[in-house]
């Protein structure tokens, strides 16, 4: 799928999303701990960007443990950026938001931030040297020495491996009041539509857009979770 339909889904799916995705809070929980630590060393009021926001689940957890962050919230579909901000209304954080809707090229000069998180976006781009290109941008809107938390679906398909965690992980979907047809949807997008590669490949591939090597510091099913620090070699 191009970026006009990923855009597409997700357009379709943002009213029902966070409510679909209910019964695997579990890992997102666990993502979300580790987060915290991962950026416990952060200024007081730093400044975070948040990649392909979605409904803005990790940023809204991150607004309530740390009041003076700031946040940029970039998000290409409209009604999906729409539950991100109507979460951050709720919340009342609203005021440390800056909402914006498209993708990373179109985004103002507003400034370097300390940190981002970029969560199951980058499977979406199938060709390696743009999902490079991709991370490299992230990178350049990092101040120097920035940090970058991203997970991915990853594993190598070609291996034994991948059949008993895309089993497992099937499985869980249908747990998850997910239809029939949408597991077999998905069944079909890993195998044509997400770049699905072996973690190792993934670490290299934000290397390879101006990181230093990540620390791969989370696994959940196929979800596999990096931090990344900005490369001296990449400041200007």
Same mark, same amino acid.
């Given at each position: 799928m191009n970026q006009d339909e990923i855009k597409a889904v997700f357009d %379709? %799916?943002?009213t029902s999303y966070d *409510? %679909?995705?209910a019964k695997t809070a579990a890992i997102k929980d666990c993502l979300y701990l580790l987060l915290e630590s991962l950026f416990a060393e952060l200024p007081a009021d730093a400044r975070i960007l948040c990649v392909g926001v979605g409904t803005g689940a990790e940023l809204a957890h991150l607004a309530r443990k740390n009041p003076a962050w700031r946040f940029t919230a970039v998000e290409p $579909?409209?009604?999906m950026l729409d539950g991100c901000r109507q979460r951050a209304e709720e919340d009342g954080f609203t005021s440390r938001c800056y909402f914006h809707e498209g993708y990373l090229d179109s985004l103002p000069a507003i400034g370097l931030h300390d940190?981002?998180?970029c969560f199951? *976006? $980058?499977q979406f781009i199938l060709d390696q040297q743009a999902r490079s290109g991709f991370f490299r941008e992230i990178s350049s809107k990092l101040k120097p020495g920035g940090i970058l938390a991203s997970s991915d679906l990853a594993s190598d398909v070609a291996s034994p491996e991948y059949e008993v965690l895309l089993r497992a992980w099937m499985s /869980? /979907?249908?747990s998850s009041? =997910?239809?029939p047809e949408g597991i077999d949807r998905m069944r079909k997008a890993y195998a044509n539509d997400v770049g699905v590669l072996p973690p190792i490949k993934i670490a290299s591939i934000i290397e390879a857009g101006g990181f230093e090597p990540s620390v791969q510091f989370f696994q959940a099913g196929l =979800?596999?979770?990096w931090l990344s620090k900005r490369a001296l070699s990449n400041v200007a």
């Open positions: %379709q %799916q943002a *409510v %679909q995705w $579909s409209g009604p940190a981002a998180t199951l *976006v $980058s /869980m /979907m249908a009041d =997910i239809l =979800i596999h979770a």
